[in-house]
C-alpha cells in the first residue's frame, strides 16, 4: 500500500510576485501578456482575479475586459524557479522520493514513512507550514495511494488546503465530482462525454469498461480507470519534466522572416539555458507556428542529446524555413525541448574544440544566472 504526496503551489506565480511586493496581496493581479496589445494569454492569476472569471490560458483581451482594474505583471521568470528550488530543497529533507511534475507541482512517495513522521496528515500541516513560514508561499497537498488520486485531492480544499484519501475510498472520494477535474481530459472530450449523458467521475465510473473502451479507445480505458480510484503509484524521478519551452507572441504579426529566425535564436538561447540550469540535455525539439489566422503547426525532430545553442538553432531553423510555407503574418513563434538525458562531462583526449566549446556555454549559463539572460548575448541575438 503506497502513500503519495502531491504538493501543489497555490497561485504560484502570483505568490511570488506577492513575496517581491507585498503591496500586491489582497488584490486581483494577473500574470501574463500586456493587455495594451490585446494580444496573449493569462499565465497566471491570484484568487481575487478568479473571482471576475479569469482563468490561465485565458485571451488577455477577455481577461482585461472581465477585469479592467486587476494589476497586470508580465513576471519575474527568473525568481519563479529560483524559488521552485528553494521549495524542492524543503522538500527534500523529507522524502524518500520526489518527482518534480511542473514548476510548482511535486508528487512525494512517503510509503512506510508513518513509521518516522506519526500522523501523515499532521505532517503534510508541518510541510505546509514550513513552506510558508521560510518561503511565504502557501501550498495544498494531496494525500492518495496513487498519483491521479493525490493530484485531485491537492486541488479540492485550495487555497492552502490538505486532502487526504483513504485507501479505498477513492471511488465514493470521485463519484460526485464533474468529469472535468479528472487530470487530461480536455474540452473536446468533455463535451462528448455530457452529449452521452456523462457528467460526473461517478456516471463513467458506472459504466461498462468496454464502452468507454469502444468510445474512446486507449484514453477511454484510461479515463474510466482513473474514474475507478486507480493511477500509476510509482515516480519518475529520473528527469522531473518531459519538455521545456520558450514562446514569444508578437505585439503585431510579423512577415519579416529575419526578424522570425531572430526571435527563434533567442528563444532557442533561453531554452539551452535552462537545459544546462538543470544539467541535462535534450534529445528531440520542437518548432511551434502559429500563424494571424490561428492555424498552428507544431514540427519536432530527434537529435543526438545536447545542451548546445548552435546545434539546437541549427535544427530548429531547418524546421522553420521547411515548414513556412504560406505567405501568411505569424502571430506566435515557440521552441520546446524534450527527451532529457542528464549530462555527464566527459573530457575527451580528441575534441578539444568541443570541450572548450562546453565549457565556455556553462560559462555564459554562471554569468547569466547571477546578472540576467540580457546579460550575454550571441551575435545573431543582437
Not at 46 to 58: I, T, V
Not at 174 to 184: F, H, N, T
Amino acid at each position: 500500500m503506497r502513500t503519495i504526496f502531491h504538493l501543489d503551489l497555490d497561485a504560484f506565480f502570483v505568490s511570488v510576485e506577492r513575496v517581491i511586493n507585498p503591496a500586491l496581496n489582497g488584490k486581483p493581479v494577473i500574470i501574463g501578456a500586456n493587455p495594451e496589445y490585446g494580444r496573449g494569454v493569462v499565465a497566471a492569476c491570484s484568487y481575487e482575479a478568479r473571482e471576475y472569471g479569469l482563468h490561465s490560458a485565458m485571451p488577455i483581451k477577455q481577461a482585461f475586459r472581465l477585469c479592467p482594474n486587476g494589476i497586470y505583471l508580465h513576471g519575474h521568470h527568473k525568481e519563479y524557479s529560483r524559488f521552485s528550488k528553494a521549495v524542492k530543497h524543503i522538500l527534500e529533507k523529507y522524502a524518500p522520493a520526489i518527482e518534480q511534475a511542473s514548476i510548482d507541482e511535486f508528487y512525494m512517495d512517503f510509503t512506510g514513512c508513518a513509521h518516522i513522521y506519526g500522523s501523515l496528515f499532521i505532517f503534510a500541516q508541518k510541510l505546509q507550514n514550513e513552506i510558508w513560514q521560510q518561503l511565504s508561499l502557501p501550498c495544498s497537498i494531496g494525500i492518495a495511494r496513487n498519483k491521479t488520486i493525490a493530484k485531485i485531492a491537492s486541488d479540492f480544499m485550495k487555497p492552502r488546503g490538505i486532502t487526504y484519501v483513504l485507501p479505498e475510498m477513492e471511488k465514493a472520494f470521485l463519484a460526485p465530482m464533474p468529469a472535468e477535474s479528472m487530470p487530461g481530459i480536455g474540452k473536446e472530450t468533455i463535451k462528448s462525454l455530457h452529449d452521452k449523458g456523462f457528467y460526473t467521475l461517478g456516471d463513467i465510473a458506472a459504466t461498462a469498461e468496454d464502452y468507454f473502451a469502444a468510445a474512446y479507445g486507449k484514453h477511454g480505458l484510461e479515463m474510466w480507470r482513473k474514474s475507478n480510484g486507480e493511477g500509476s503509484q510509482y515516480l519518475n524521478t529520473y528527469g522531473d519534466q518531459k519538455s521545456m519551452s520558450h514562446e514569444k507572441t508578437f505585439g503585431q504579426d510579423v512577415l519579416e522572416i529575419e526578424k522570425m529566425e531572430t526571435t527563434l535564436f533567442t528563444l532557442t538561447a533561453k531554452v539551452c539555458q535552462q537545459l544546462r540550469e538543470n544539467n541535462w540535455q535534450a534529445g528531440k525539439v520542437s518548432l511551434k507556428l502559429r500563424y494571424s489566422d490561428f492555424v498552428t503547426l507544431t514540427r519536432d525532430k530527434s537529435i543526438k542529446p545536447t545542451d548546445d545553442d548552435k546545434i539546437v538553432y541549427d535544427t530548429i531553423l531547418d524546421l522553420f524555413r521547411k515548414n513556412y510555407t504560406r505567405r501568411v503574418a505569424v502571430r506566435l513563434l515557440g521552441v520546446k525541448a524534450s527527451k532529457f538525458n542528464i549530462y555527464c562531462e566527459q573530457e575527451q583526449l580528441f575534441d578539444e574544440e568541443g570541450n572548450i566549446r562546453k565549457r565556455m556555454l556553462r560559462a555564459i549559463t554562471d554569468i547569466r544566472d547571477r546578472f540576467g539572460f540580457e546579460s550575454i548575448k550571441f551575435a545573431r541575438q543582437q
